[in-house]
């Protein structure tokens, strides 16, 4: 039954990715460029959102679809981690024009070319398990 739930929320988000434009390779284009806002505002409500869900789940002790208490890690502080993350992960979205999440939304949207970058991002995550106890974390 979970199983269902999950995939019935994925539709949702996926046709929600696509019908707001979030998986348009344009729409991302425009965003680098600084020429539109609308993925800065697709992204800032997220995060806005984000921001009170997260504050929901820690004051009110909110429980997990398996019961468990959600925890939260304390955060590392190294700065360099961070830019050089986010550095990575921006230049794979702008030569990929598209984050993780809309990647699937775009092979469901029938974008089959997509598929080569879900490929190289199933690979770079083996590449990452295979060599994350060498890293500084």
């Given at each position: 039954?979970?199983?269902?739930?999950?995939?019935?929320?994925?539709?949702?988000?996926?046709?929600?990715?696509?019908?707001?434009?979030?998986?348009?390779?344009?729409?991302?284009?425009?965003?680098?460029?600084?020429?539109s806002f609308h993925m800065y505002g697709i992204i800032g409500t997220s995060l806005f959102?984000?921001?009170?869900?997260?504050q929901l789940i820690k004051r009110f002790q909110i429980k997990s679809f398996y019961g468990?208490?959600?925890?939260?890690?304390?955060?590392q502080k190294s700065f360099a981690r961070y830019a050089f993350g986010g550095i990575l992960?921006?230049?794979?979205?702008?030569?990929?024009?598209?984050?993780?999440?809309?990647?699937?939304?775009?092979?469901?949207?029938?974008?089959?070319?997509?598929?080569?970058?879900?490929?190289?991002?199933?690979?770079?995550?083996?590449?990452?398990?295979?060599?994350?106890?060498?890293?500084?974390?």
């Amino acid at each position: 039954m979970r199983t269902l739930i999950y995939l019935l929320i994925g539709i949702v988000f996926g046709i929600t990715m696509f019908k707001s434009e979030a998986a348009s390779w344009y729409r991302i284009y425009e965003m680098f460029r600084f020429d539109s806002f609308h993925m800065y505002g697709i992204i800032g409500t997220s995060l806005f959102f984000g921001v009170i869900v997260t504050q929901l789940i820690k004051r009110f002790q909110i429980k997990s679809f398996y019961g468990e208490f959600i925890k939260f890690p304390p955060k590392q502080k190294s700065f360099a981690r961070y830019a050089f993350g986010g550095i990575l992960f921006g230049l794979g979205w702008a030569l990929a024009g598209a984050c993780p999440g809309p990647m699937f939304t775009l092979v469901g949207a029938g974008f089959s070319p997509i598929i080569i970058t879900i490929l190289a991002a199933l690979l770079g995550t083996f590449v990452y398990g295979l060599l994350k106890d060498k890293l500084p974390h």
